[in-house]
């Protein structure tokens, strides 16, 4: 399901015109436009986690220590915002949803199930891009966007599904905030997980975490009995 939805979105991402890229710069996710089209290597992502010090925070690489960093989460967003959003509970997130997405009560309800979003929901009712000129459609269309950037590339749920918390990560970058802490933190929560076996999904951004190897000293990640090398 993951696979289908990203590809849905990356479909979605290559139809938005330069304008439209532009009008989206605010939320402070445009560098998920390329970053999402790089597949997500499993095998090697779980070869790095057998790597993983969840004391340190960080990977056992060749007698060395290799931690992600806020920096490193912050260079690969192309971000320079210093104001984090914050957890905080809430409550009435349909009607938040309602109002982001210009959809009716009973609509909002329905994309809201159990505590998670429908994402799939999410992009077939907003990925066509109608009629540009419509200001209000395309600002609903940009918050929609966003929930579901969010949901497949950076903070993804270690059990599946989108949280609803989401929706308050939304207003957060609407507002010029980051949730670059935020994903990180959530990265790092889901790799002390898989390395302890409570979990066989990544939280957070497996996204950034792959993308990120490349840019650091070490080019090896060892698992057991194997090397695997990031050309």
Known sequence: MEAFLAENITTWISSLDG????????????????????????????AAARCWNPVTQGFSVGGQEMCPTFEDFQALMESACSVVILPQLRCGYAQALGRMCGLTAHDARSLICSGELDILGL??????????????WQGFRQHALCLCLLSLFLLSSGFGGASIRLIE???????????????????????DSVYRREATR????????QVMFPTRPHTYICSHHSTLRLD
């Open 202 to 209: 990544f939280a957070g951004s497996p996204l950034l975490l």
């Open 169 to 191: 990560v939304a207003q957060g970058l609407r507002e010029g905030k980051s949730c670059i802490a935020m994903t990180l933190a959530e990265t790092l929560m889901g790799l």
């Open 123 to 136: 992009i077939q009712r907003f990925s066509d891009a109608g009629d540009r000129s419509n200001h209000y």
């Open 19 to 46: 304008s439209e890229k532009l009008n989206f710069r605010g939320f402070g996710l445009n560098a998920l436009f390329m970053l999402s089209r790089t597949p997500l290597q499993l095998p090697f992502l779980h």
